[in-house]
């Protein structure tokens, strides 16, 4: 499944795990640092990140003034370790950070302390050499997900990763921003490999697999293109043509020719381009834009839980789950009051599968936190655990997300299970759920899970273009490869012939376990 779009750099070094006696939370209108570097890091984190945030609405001519964000649309960047840290918590050795959106609970991690050959910290404001470093990683990463954000389309792979591609280099100034500079970690493919513009424009793959050359050259090249497209003076209108056509259904070689014309000069164009200096250009903020940052210190019982909080946040392998398990348990006896605590271990127990000790703590939770949505939440979740075998407990879940839902009307997950409850029990799928999962939708359109139930539901209505054009980001998902998604493309193309029948059981709700590897939780 596609709960985590990473990106690798090389391998790096182990460095001593940074010395903190406190947390700090930094919050933005859009983002909350949750970093053990010391509270002036926390603000310049928070910062460079509401300054990306603000740089991308400029660019997409999206209004600035969108003001301060509900807590469960908000990023949450965990700042802690090492890069081998966070490679761990990854389970990927070299991964130097990652972002995992999630409805209602979007997440990050980045390390707060770098290797020596990476140059220029994650809130700093320039970054340089030719070794991917963390901050350019999350900047990558965070255009990916506004995009997905504030303009989900199909967009083709080379333009999805030039995108990311573009924003991850940007140099931030006190008054404004500099974009367009070089990725320098992808010299070795700009200098060494050749490229031709229809294999870029349309990646052949075989079966829906995509080998490792191929991704690099999507990388390296995919900015390439995004930047000539974007910045030459000739080609202005072009790309967005380009995209357009592709999300009304046009074959993409197709799209291309009509957009950019002749292939050939294109090439040519692109040749020149790629031997010369790129093009770049200079954005001064609006006065006025500066980002509000509150910092504050975590409570000793919050700091304590953070090192379980965000292996669990992270994703827990079954096999050291229970061990987790434990040192919540040793946590829970030494801060029994704590709120925070008690939710890190419910979350704790839950992956152990600990399902008794889990509810008991989320009772405890209600009572410490009476306007918690989450101990309701993992009551739902252990009540469809449990509905595998016992399918009256469906409706106990939908109980426990209707109180969730009365505490915020707005958590997405919620609205998105409330829906899904429905079709789990082979119900009459009611105007009010059918409400509450379009809102999610218009909450987290990132989220692959609601996009899929939410094309399952047009489906069920006859609404099948609308569906079809739905599932355009499912199938063309950075890094999405591999038989399951290429059996959806098939689908989709037989829906477009008017055969939905396939597509719709395919994209059914169901309680079954999903296909991930058996070991992650």
């Known amino acids: 499944m596609f709960k985590k779009f990473m990106m690798l750099s090389a391998a790096m070094a182990a460095t001593p795990a940074v010395a903190a006696d406190n947390w700090w939370i930094a919050e933005t209108d ?44 908000k990023v949450t960047i965990y700042h802690t370790g090492t890069t081998s840290d966070i490679g761990e918590l990854a ?37 340089s050499g030719e070794e991917l470093n963390p901050g350019q990683v999350l900047f990558h990463e965070y255009a990916h997900y506004f995009s997905r954000q504030h303009a989900p389309a199909a967009y083709p792979f080379w333009y999805s990763e030039g ?53 690099m050259r999507q990388y390296a090249y995919g900015w390439m293109f995004t930047s000539y497209l974007t910045f030459e003076p000739s080609r202005q209108g072009q790309l967005a043509k380009y995209l357009q056509l592709v999300n009304d259904g046009t074959e993409n070689l197709e799209a291309a020719r009509q957009a950019f014309g ?9 040749e020149k381009y790629h031997r010369g200096r790129a093009r770049a ?37 079954k096999r050291n789950a229970e061990g987790l398990a434990e040192d919540a348990r040793a946590l829970v006896s030494q801060y029994p009051n704590s709120a ?60 426990h997300l209707v109180s969730a839902n009365k505490i915020n009307p707005e958590r997405p997950d919620v609205l998105h299970t409330y829906f899904d409850t429905f079709v789990y029990a082979n119900e009459q799928i009611p105007e009010t759920a059918r409400i509450g999962l379009e809102q999610a939708f218009r909450i987290a359109p990132f989220d692959t899970g609601i996009r899929r139930s939410l094309a399952y539901l047009l489906l069920l209505e006859e609404r099948d273009r609308e569906a079809i054009i739905l599932l355009g980001p499912v199938v063309n998902l950075p890094h999405a490869s591999g038989e399951e998604i290429e059996n959806i493309r098939n689908l989709v193309d037989k829906a477009r012939d008017g055969n939905t029948q396939p597509l719709i059981d395919e994209l059914r709700p169901n309680l079954a376990d999903d296909d991930e590897d058996e070991e992650d939780s």
Do not use: C, W
Not at 107 to 122: H, K, M, N, T, Y
């Open 262 to 270: 002749d292939l050939d000069e294109l090439q040519k164009d692109l």
């Open 340 to 399: 925070v605590v008690l939710d890190t271990a419910m979350e704790a127990e839950f992956d152990a599968e600990n399902y008794g000790q889990a509810t008991a703590l989320a009772n405890r939770l209600m009572a410490a936190d009476p306007q918690s949505v989450r101990p309701y939440l993992y009551l739902a979740k252990i009540a469809l655990e449990e509905a595998k075998t016992d399918p009256a407990k469906v409706f106990e879940a939908r109980e």
């Open 163 to 215: 995108f990311a591609e573009l924003f991850a280099t940007i140099r931030f100034r006190d008054d404004g921003f500099n974009l367009g500079e070089p990725p320098r970690y992808r010299n070795f493919v700009l200098r060494d490999l050749s490229f031709d513009v229809e294999d870029v424009l349309d990646l052949d793959t075989e079966d829906g697999r995509v080998n490792y050359a191929d991704v």
């Open 30 to 73: 859009h983002f909350r640092v949750v970093s053990e570097a010391g509270e002036q890091e926390a603000s310049e984190v928070a910062g460079s990140l509401e300054r990306l945030d603000q740089a991308l609405r400029l660019f997409r001519g999206l209004p600035l003034d969108a003001g301060e964000v509900a807590d469960s649309k």
């Open 91 to 127: 389970y990927s050795p070299g991964v130097a950070g990652f972002f995992s959106p999630r409805a209602g609970n979007s997440v990050a991690f980045a390390p707060a302390e770098e290797d020596r050959r990476s140059r220029g910290r994650l809130g700093a404001r320039v970054s």
């Open 281 to 317: 250009i200079a954005v001064d903020f609006p006065k006025g834009t500066e980002p509000d940052i509150q910092v504050t210190a975590l409570d000793e019982a919050a700091a304590a839980a953070m090192p379980i909080h965000i292996r669990s946040t992270a994703g827990i392998r």
